[in-house]
């Protein structure tokens, strides 16, 4: 219980640290991105925060079991290469002792990744998508400009305003024309008009006051007929292009959701949020494995062969889940065929490591 108890305490210092370094890697690089995005004018500096609190359990999820891998393979590289692992031999405890001891911290570690995967990350997503979505649809509204006519809904859509607010909510004069090839032609004015956006949907309304609707039919001998209309409050439904394209991702669905689906997107992504907890487990077994070193070789000789093997595995789950996506795998396999592989990979790696290293 000593040599538990020594062994998890330093696994859990280098974890917390390894994790740190590369939050802060993958974090600052995001956010560098996303300053490039506000930059740009895609939405607005001060809802950087925000964007990053809604993708930190996405970060967390994939970067944990990376941090967790590097110190398994550091810990146990000290233990061989300091003699510690010989002393532990000659009491008894070989690799799978070690492994024992290891694999509460590992499940616990699964266990968090696992909620996060099936139902924090998506339930984030979905917040993101939402937020993200009104974002770029009051971005495009507020860049009105007054005394020009700005097209909406891929030019379907012209709305003309005299003046524009400081805050862009309320605009002056309004002037809207409509167009399609089988509807009337419609033409609104409007003393004034407020802006109204469905979270929901992403939409965007304007509620018009005191001002007159016409509608004109397309073409002569259409079943339209002229009408007019004049109206102290008229909502009327402005679509930016972000907003009407908008469809929801299989990231920001429920993992109930996903299961009641049989398309291959929603497989696919049901089963790499199934994935990511197996991935830690197995990434474990693989790290005790290959994590022996050779007496006076340093507790990173063995740290670049076992991070080329995890990369291999990451890859190998990419694969899998293409092909799932793809329709070259039948949705029922899933990614089990990459586990199944590097499960065997890490049995036979432990199976060695069990054997006293040779001087």
């Known amino acids: 219980m000593v040599a538990a108890r020594h062994i998890n305490r330093e696994l859990l210092a280098v974890f917390v640290a390894t994790l740190l370094v590369l939050f802060a890697v993958a974090v600052g690089g995001r956010f560098i991105g996303y300053l490039q995005d506000a930059a740009a004018g895609k939405f607005a500096a001060g809802d950087l925060m925000t964007i990053m609190a809604l993708r930190l359990p996405g970060f ?49 570690l699964a266990a968090g990744i696992g909620a996060l995967s099936l139902w924090v990350t998506p339930d984030r997503n979905a917040a993101l998508d939402r937020f993200l979505t009104k974002q770029r649809a009051e971005a495009s509204f507020d860049r009105l400009s007054a005394g020009t006519f700005n097209a909406f809904g891929r030019g379907q859509r012209t709305l003309y305003a005299e003046s524009v607010s400081d805050d ?68 009327q ?10 469809r929801v991702k299989p990231e920001a669905l429920s993992s109930g959701t996903l299961w009641n689906r049989s398309d291959p997107a929603a497989a696919a992504e049901l089963h790499w949020r199934i994935a990511l907890p197996a991935f830690t487990l197995i990434s474990v077994l693989m790290a005790v494995g290959v994590a022996p070193v050779k007496p006076r070789q340093g507790r990173f000789g063995r740290v670049l062969p076992g991070m080329a093997a995890l990369v291999t595995y990451y890859l190998a789950l990419l694969a899998n889940q293409n092909a799932v996506l793809s329709g070259h795998l039948p949705v029922i396999v899933g990614l089990w065929p990459a586990h199944a592989l590097f499960a065997a990979i890490a049995a036979a790696a432990l199976v060695r490591s069990a054997k006293p290293a040779r001087q």
């Open 60 to 108: 967390v999820q994939l970067i944990a079991p990376f941090a967790f891998y590097i110190a398994v393979l550091l810990t146990v590289g000290r233990l061989h290469a300091e003699q510690e692992m010989a002393v532990l031999r000659s009491s008894g405890a070989g690799s799978w002792r070690l492994l024992a001891w290891i694999l509460p911290s590992a499940t616990l």
């Open 168 to 235: 862009g909510q309320t605009l002056s004069g309004v002037f809207i024309f409509e167009y399609g090839e089988r509807n009337p032609l419609v033409t609104v004015w409007a003393d004034q008009a407020s802006r109204y956006v469905d979270e929901r949907t992403g939409s965007q309304f304007l509620v018009l006051r005191d001002g007159a609707r016409h509608s004109h039919p397309p073409s002569e001998g259409t079943a339209h007929r002229r009408q007019e209309i004049e109206f102290s409050a008229l909502s």
């Open 237 to 246: 439904k402005i679509d930016t292009d972000a907003a009407a394209s908008r």
